[in-house]
C-alpha cells in the first residue's frame, strides 16, 4: 500500500469519521472502499455508454426480436 495526502473540507472530513465509526472501520478504510465503489460505478457507466454508441450506429430490427418472443413469454399455468 502506499500513503496518500488528501484535502478534505470540514464536513466532509467530520461525515467520513462518522461513517467510519458507525461502520466500525478506520477511515482509511472506508475511503478505500469508497473510492473502490466509486471507480466500479465509473467503469460500468463506461461500458454502458459504449454499448449506448454501439447500438446507436446500428439500431436493432423491429423484426428483430420476434423469434424470442415465446421464450421471453411466461409459462401458462
Do not use: C, F
Amino acid at each position: 500500500m502506499e500513503t496518500i495526502q488528501i484535502v478534505l473540507d470540514k464536513k466532509l472530513l467530520e461525515a467520513t469519521d462518522q461513517a467510519a465509526r458507525r461502520t466500525k472501520r478506520n477511515r482509511s478504510a472506508l475511503v478505500r472502499e469508497a473510492l473502490r465503489e466509486h471507480l466500479r460505478r465509473l467503469e460500468a457507466r463506461a461500458r454502458e455508454e459504449h454499448d449506448r454508441h454501439g447500438y446507436s450506429r446500428q439500431p436493432h430490427r423491429t423484426d428483430e426480436w420476434l423469434a424470442w418472443e415465446a421464450e421471453a413469454a411466461w409459462p401458462a399455468e
